[in-house]
């Protein structure tokens, strides 16, 4: 699925310098297999050598896969071609190049940009709370707890995101968002720390793990909040999270997407 977050073309290969260890794994690990992309990343990593080297000094589990598909390259291609098959690459994987873009996907992601800060408020009242953001981003749900919250812990694995975060800190003068490394499966917290735990398309790859990860950082009485933004994807109500003692409250977006928001109270 392509959502036109990006224009290829724009985009310079050296992006994939920009990217963490864990964002190297998934692509090597997720993508590969389709006949036609694991040409053309072929192409792209035995034509940067500067790209393939970082992949696998970075994310050494992913080198021997990297190694054979550098292997599996032609020879004495012309810049032209190797230029094609780049931005084959960059627009397969547009949803992982954006992350070396924050002002990009901020402008351009529709989740982001359509997005009302009500409908987190409107899940619970964040006045004066200890907060985390599980998977930041760009920070659409921290920076809008924080205008009402004690203080907001913005938690997120990819570097260049925490960075973006912490320049609007700055820019803006907010006192009260913390930004840190972090991933859902080992969230960096003491037990029973927070009011309120929430993340937005974030959650769902394990969600046995991911449940109880995030339960346990929430005290007695607190909330979880999954609180996606605003798109024009069709989708069903995630059973997952009902079957766990979420409840969801679900709107139309302006662009006619199915839009599912989550929240459970959480009694130890
Ligand atoms: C689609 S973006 C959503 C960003 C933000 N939560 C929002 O809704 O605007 C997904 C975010 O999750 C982060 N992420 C990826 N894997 C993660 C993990 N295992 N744990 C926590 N965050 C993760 C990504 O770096 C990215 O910032």
């Given at each position: 699925m392509n959502y036109n977050w990006i224009n290829p073309e724009e985009?310079?290969?050296?992006?994939?310098?920009?990217?963490?260890r864990w964002l190297i794994r998934m692509i090597l690990n997720n993508y590969l297999g389709e006949q036609d992309f694991d040409d053309k990343l072929s192409i792209t990593l035995a034509y940067n050598p500067a790209v393939a080297w970082y992949f696998a000094h970075k994310s050494p589990e992913s080198k021997a896969s990297i190694d054979k598909l550098i292997a599996m390259a032609p020879k004495n291609l012309s810049p032209n071609d190797v230029r094609k098959a780049e931005i084959f690459v960059i627009s397969k994987l547009e949803t992982s190049v954006v992350y070396a873009y924050p002002n990009i996907m901020d402008k351009n992601c529709d989740y982001i940009y359509n997005w009302n800060k009500n409908s987190l408020f409107e899940l619970a009242d964040f006045t004066d709370k200890l907060v985390l953001d599980v998977g930041?981003?760009?920070?659409r749900l921290a920076f809008a707890a924080a205008e009402k919250a004690k203080r907001v812990y913005a938690s997120e694995p990819t570097d260049m995101l925490r960075e973006y975060m912490r320049d609007k800190i700055k820019r803006e003068n907010i006192k009260n968002i913390i930004v840190v490394d972090g991933t859902i499966e080992q969230i960096p917290y003491e037990d029973n720390t927070f009011d309120i735990v929430m993340s937005g398309?974030?959650?769902?790859?394990?969600y046995e793990h991911e449940i109880a990860e995030l339960t346990r950082v929430v005290k007695n009485g607190g909330y979880i909040i999954d609180c996606i933004g605003e798109d024009n994807r069709k989708r069903k109500v995630d059973e997952e999270l009902l079957k766990r003692g979420f409840e969801s409250f679900y709107h139309v977006s302006k662009s006619g997407g199915d839009i599912y928001r989550y929240r459970k109270k959480i009694i130890k």
């Open positions: 985009i310079s290969f050296n992006c994939f310098l920009l990217m963490d930041s981003g760009t920070g398309h974030v959650v769902g790859d394990d």
